[in-house]
Nanobody, 127 residues
Framework: QVQLVESGGGLVQAGGSLRLSCAGS????????MGWFRQAPGREREFVAA????????FYADSVKGRFTVSRDNAKNTVYLQMNSLLAEDTAVYYC????????????????????WGQGVQVTVSS
């Protein structure tokens, strides 16, 4: 089991940048694939980015490719989401998630496939 705590959200102008962090507990953090999802008001939670446990393989939603970068530091039990060139439509609550099998041979980039979740952090982009 792993517990996740996000930080780094806030208010930023369009075109600006933010870096989200997600700190995980437990000695097996490095065994988990890590993902970022977001949920805007009135919308379903959607996939943003993800990274496998030990590889450098990353996955991105089309809407954030080239603007967002996911990375992890297993020594610090932390995963990051660097968000650049932010748009008003990036406004949402951002959640990190962990799972041991979601990024297997057939990656499952849907919320239902991920087992553990943080509490979420608000990101607001003003236009």
């Amino acid at each position: 089991q792993v517990q996740l705590v996000e930080s780094g959200g806030g208010l930023v102008q369009a075109g600006g940048s933010l870096r989200l962090s997600c700190a995980g507990s437990g000695r097996t953090f490095s065994h988990y694939a890590m993902g970022w999802f977001r949920q805007a008001p009135g919308r379903e939670r959607e996939f943003v980015a993800a990274m496998r446990a030990r590889e450098t393989s990353t996955f991105y939603a089309d809407s954030v490719k080239g603007r967002f970068t996911v990375s992890r530091d297993n020594a610090k039990n932390t995963v990051y989401l660097q968000m650049n060139s932010l748009l008003a439509e990036d406004t949402a609550v951002y959640y990190c998630a962990a799972d041991m099998t979601a990024l297997g041979l057939n990656p499952r980039l849907v919320p239902q496939a991920w087992s553990y979740w943080g509490q979420g952090v608000q990101v607001t982009v003003s236009s």
